[in-house]
Every structure is written in structure tokens, then in C-alpha cells.
């Protein structure tokens, strides 16, 4: 459900949860209400920041000083900025240093930053004290989209992704679409690389719409990109109601990610490919994959590529910066970790058009690697 404020223009999609349910507002400036926002749904509360040192230099001071001067304030921990920021060593200097400032059970954690502060910020929330209430701030286009929303947190390991972390929903997210303004263009392309998978899941008049309007987005359209946020959150929103753990419809979301996340492994989860950049690699994987496969019609996969290369993102493999490729053989193995795996078997979730995903369990991995090494010659 969507609400919105004409004054302000600002959005408010509810996430659908019974008593968990929450509410994502979206627009600009919220940033600076933080506190009048949050005293709304916490009531008055201690507060413990978490951040990384990219986003502190711009908006900490923001969300801060009003608690402070509240006498709501408990601790700020500040992070390296970086996807290696998500592991064991952080997660539990975060947690010790919550542990140190006094936090309690009914205190809430801000995650203030993008994705992997986000993703880090609602582990530690999840088993702080056995769990304790989360307010997400959303600082980059990917986290105002994604990661923020639906309640998945958690770290990676040497043999992949958010393996080790745990369903935590928040309580509100505040999806300032202002901050963004600070964001580097590749951040916001690697953004979009997640607004476009939405299209293609689910939505082709979205993807239409996107198709017209893309640039708009990425160089921070107000509108334009205020409408791609809500959109986003919407149709994540209506997934993560019917299905709040993946164990259906929600591997929908993952369109693009099976293939994504195992060349995030495979670059180290370094500045070398960025989540949204892995995604969209991904999404032209998975598209070419289903044309391989005559689940979908011929030159889909060539329209979907056009659109992505023409944001600035990669399409393929090759397009990754450093030179060597991996083998065929290697990304299968990477892939063979992916969360979403039964019984060894692994799931992909492809498409029969532009807007119609879906979910499968019968392509082998020998099937998978043959597609590979397909992409890696022509890479």
C-alpha cells in the first residue's frame, strides 16, 4: 500500500507484516527528521548508531546531534566503507562496542549507510541482546531499493554471500532520496542495476517506463527518481508479504543474483564489481541463459543487455576490470554455495519475457557450465 504526501511529495509504502509490519517512507529531507520520525514509532528511546566513514563525513552529524541534544544518544560506530566491511572481525567490533555503550533491549540500532552497513547494522540488531528494535537509513540508490527493505541481514564469508545472518525485519526505513545527491555515478548506476531487475521480474510497464526514463534516474531526477524508489519498494513490499523467508516467491527478487554473486566471490567483494554491477552481469546471464534454454522468446536477452550497457553498467563477464577470466568450472563451484541450493541442486531464477520471472530447479550444473564457457569465449 502507497500513500503519499502531496506538499512534500514524499512516498510511504507499508510493508505488510501483522505486527511486524512497518512502514518505508521515501522522499527528500528525511534524513533531518530523523529523530521527530523515529520518536513517532519508537517512542522515546536510546539510540546507537552505525555507519562507515564515507557516510559519517557527510550525514552523521544529521542524525546525531538531534539525539544527542535529546539526551537519546548511546554511541556512534563508524566502519570502513567497503563490501569486506560485512564479516566476522566487524560484526563483532560492532557488536562489543553496543555491548560497551550500555545498549539495551529496548533501544533501537540505525544503520546509517548503504547496503553492507545495513546488512551488518541489522545482524548485530538481530542477536544484540537477542534482538533489539532497527531503523534503517538508507544512504545509496541500492539499499533505498533493496537491501533495506524485507528484513534479510548478515555477513559474507570466504565461500560466499550472506551465508552466516538471519531475518530481522526493521521497524522503519527512511529512504532520504536527497542524500543520494552525494553519491559517486558509479554508485548510482550500480543502484539502478537492482530498479531494473524489478521491471524484469515482475512489471514490463515499469521496464517501459525505465526504458524511457532510465538517465533521468541515475543522474538524480527528483521525480523520476522518487517514482523508480517507490515503484522498487512496492513490488519488494508485496513479495516479502507473501513470502517473508524465501521459501517461494521471494527467490524472485534473486533474478540476476546466482550468477551475480558468485563473480562478486570470484573479485573478492573488492571495488573491482561493485552488488549492483555483479547484478546486472547477472540479469543478462540469466535472460541469455533462458533464450539458451527456449524459455524465452529470441533477442529478449539482446534488449535487456542494450538497455543495461546503455546506463554505463556491464553486461557481461568480460566487461569486469583486471584482465584474467574465470573458469567455467570455478563459477559453478562459487554458485554451488548460493543460499537458495536444495539437495546440491542448484536454482536460477529465469524468465519466459520481460516481466515474468520465474523460479527453477531443473538446470544442471553441467548445463550451467556449458552456458559458461559459451560467455567466457565470447567475453
Known sequence: ????????????????????SYDVLIGAGLINETLELATAVFGKAKYAIVTDENVASNHLASVEEPLKQAGQWRTSVVLPAGEKTKSFE????????FLTAGTERRDVIIALGGGVIGDLGGFAAA??????????????????VDSSVGGK?????????????????????????????TLPERQMRAGYGEIVKYGLL???????????????????????????????????????????TETGDRA??????TFGHALEAWTGYSDRLLHGEGVAIGICLAFRLSEALEAC????????????????????????PGGELPSAD?????????KKVQDGQLTFILARDIGEAFITRDVSAERVRGFLQSQLVTA
Open 1 to 20: 500500500m502507497t500513500s503519499t504526501n502531496q506538499s512534500s511529495q514524499r512516498k510511504c509504502v507499508r510493508v505488510e507484516l501483522g505486527s511486524r
Open 202 to 244: 515482475g512489471d514490463r510497464n515499469f521496464y517501459s517506463w525505465l526504458e524511457d526514463n532510465a538517465a533521468s534516474v541515475v543522474s538524480g531526477g527528483p521525480a523520476a527518481l522518487i517514482h523508480a524508489v517507490t515503484r522498487s519498494v512496492e513490488m519488494k513490499a508485496e513479495i516479502v508479504a507473501r513470502d517473508e
Open 252 to 257: 524472485l527478487l534473486n533474478l540476476g543474483h
Open 90 to 97: 566487524h560484526f563483532q567490533r560492532l557488536s562489543e562496542a
Open 153 to 181: 541481514t548478515g555477513i559474507n564469508t570466504p565461500q560466499g554471500k550472506n551465508l552466516i545472518g538471519a531475518f530481522h525485519q526493521p521497524n522503519l526505513v527512511l529512504a532520504d532520496t536527497g542524500v543520494l545527491a
Open 127 to 144: 542477536v544484540q541482546r537477542r534482538g533489539v528494535r532497527f531503523l534503517q537509513i538508507p544512504t545509496s540508490l541500492l539499499a533505498q
Open 330 to 338: 570455478l563459477l559453478v563451484d562459487l554458485m554451488g554455495q548460493d
Open 297 to 320: 522468446p529470441p533477442q529478449t536477452a539482446a534488449r535487456v543487455a542494450a538497455h543495461i550497457k546503455s546506463i554505463g553498467l556491464p553486461t557481461d563477464i568480460g566487461d569486469i
